[in-house]
């Protein structure tokens, strides 16, 4: 399956920085694969744990493993965009700015929270403090994980009205257990889904696969509303 213009935002591919992939073969093969399913563009966001390491190691860490990338990848390969997937903690509002951590040069940072985070006052005063304090806007990772998002729209409607970007991980809309997935189909139709991305972190059990969970949506709620979710993440990444 190809799908036009696909934008990869949420995968583990830079090689030996986090649990994705471990070296740059796999990196490569990652591309690879992107690549024939249409991808012209991947955002890099390995994980960042601001309660394990400062931010500068992390980024030289991040950096030093994208150079070493780059200088292997093959011309004509889909354009890399390095950022993050940002684990919010308390530290993290420590440092100055987060600007490195954004996705492409944009004001979003894809933001993953504790999976049993109750999204209450304190997570959303969190939320907007990386507005306040970094001029940050969250892209939600996999909402799809927290209860708490899954049993209550409101709150994820709170959460968008506050400037937030929804990301589900494609192969859930294939995969998840069949309540998750309902909710998502209903989520997707009501547009408080906003983007896919794979979370791919190997070649095996975690990898950057789209058909599944493409064919998934276009079997419940039309070609268009895979069109919207390409066009998202178009419009993110310019
Ligand atoms: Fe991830």
């Known amino acids: 399956m190809i799908i036009d213009n696909l934008v990869e935002i949420h995968c583990h591919i830079t090689p030996g920085i986090d ?18 399913q249409g991808a012209k563009k991947i955002v890099l966001t390995p994980h960042y744990y601001s309660d394990t390491i400062s931010l ?17 990848l093959p011309s004509g390969s889909p354009t890399l965009y390095p950022a993050a997937e940002v684990f919010i903690s308390p530290y993290l509002f420590n440092n100055d700015n987060i600007d490195d951590l954004k996705i492409a040069g944009t004001e979003y940072v894809l933001i993953e929270h504790p999976f049993s985070s109750p ?85 095996t059990t975690r990898p950057p696969e789209y058909e599944d969970g493409i064919n998934a949506i276009i079997k419940k709620c039309g070609k268009e509303a895979v069109d919207v979710l390409i066009q998202n993440a178009n419009t993110l990444v310019k």
């Open 56 to 72: 500068d190691d992390f980024l030289r860490r991040r950096d030093t493993a994208i150079n070493a990338l780059l200088k292997e």
């Open 119 to 203: 999204f209450g006052e304190g997570e959303f005063d969190r939320l907007m403090n990386l507005y306040c304090d970094f001029g940050a806007r969250p892209v939600l990772a996999h909402i799809e994980r927290y209860r708490a998002l899954m049993e209550d729209k409101y709150k994820l409607d709170d959460l968008i009205e506050m400037g937030c970007l929804p990301q589900v991980n494609i192969s859930s809309f294939a995969d998840a257990p069949r309540g998750i997935r309902k909710k998502l189909f209903k989520y997707l139709e009501t547009g408080r889904v906003m983007l896919v991305g794979s979370d791919a972190h190997n070649l």
């Open 19 to 36: 649990d994705g992939s471990q070296d740059i073969e796999t990196s490569l093969k990652m591309i690879e694969r992107l690549k024939e």
